[in-house]
């Protein structure tokens, strides 16, 4: 079994949708990345986060510790925002090594 | 943007040959890694380098070596490759433990 786990692994929307793409992992953390690539392109980082909530423009991520969970939240989804979304987490025991979820592909129609 | 750049960005190479991937910042980060990237499995860390000529192993490792002589080139050098070394590979650098990771745009090498 994976140390992080994302759900769902591909996600088709509408646009103007709210989305949910989820990260469950296994091992104690220090801090926890989310992460975006487009097709063909480099990738992205959108967060870091080892408590609470963060918001960027229309992105927000959460992450509760206790749970070992975080979402990524993205509000009035557009096309642009059709990428593959990655968790990463950085192990308490792996310093600043990061595991990575195989990610989740999110289309958004017009 | 970080200043990370990849090169070759592209490269098709012979089985048996060696290659080499060339990572280079403009950061001044301490750390720099390197990934692989293959359908099914997510990011998979190769190597990476905590100081310049300090390496280690990360969980795939076999048939990849590294060399770090200067802190902004990071270069992963394949030494006979093989099919099952086709990927993607991207660099990343970070300043510490609790600092964000910044990726390069990827190199797509396909052996053949």
């Known amino acids: 079994k994976n140390e992080v786990e994302q759900s769902p692994q591909n996600l088709t929307a509408q646009e103007g949708e709210f989305i949910t793409i989820n990260c469950s992992y296994s091992?104690?953390?220090?801090?926890l990345h989310w992460l975006q690539q487009h097709p063909g392109g480099g990738i992205v980082s959108l967060f870091m986060?080892?408590?609470g909530k963060k918001k960027h423009g229309r992105l927000i991520a959460t992450i509760n510790i206790q749970e070992k969970h975080s979402s990524l939240h993205i509000t009035a989804s557009h096309p642009r925002d059709s990428a593959v979304y990655i968790c990463?987490?950085?192990?308490?025991?792996?310093?600043?090594?990061?595991?990575f979820g195989e990610g989740t592909q999110l289309t958004v129609n017009p | 943007d970080a200043g990370i750049t990849q090169s070759p960005r592209h490269k098709v190479t012979e089985t048996g040959t060696p290659v080499t991937l060339r990572c280079h910042q403009t950061?001044?980060?301490?750390?720099m890694y390197w990934y692989r990237q293959d359908p099914g499995h997510g990011l998979r860390l190769i190597h990476y380098?905590?100081?310049?000529?300090?390496?280690d192993k990360g969980e795939v490792s076999d048939g990849y070596s590294v060399s770090r002589s200067k802190t902004e080139d990071f270069l992963l050098t394949l030494e006979s490759a093989t099919s099952s070394q086709t990927s993607v590979y991207f660099c990343?650098?970070?300043?510490?433990?609790?600092?964000?990771?910044?990726f390069g745009q990827g190199t797509r090498l396909t052996v053949v």
């Open positions: 380098s905590y100081g310049v000529k300090d390496t």
């Open positions: 091992v104690g953390i220090s801090a």
């Open positions: 986060l080892s408590s």
């Open positions: 990463a987490v950085r192990k308490e025991t792996s310093g600043s090594r990061l595991t």
């Open positions: 990343a650098i970070s300043d510490g433990h609790y600092t964000e990771a910044f």
């Open positions: 950061e001044n980060h301490r750390y």
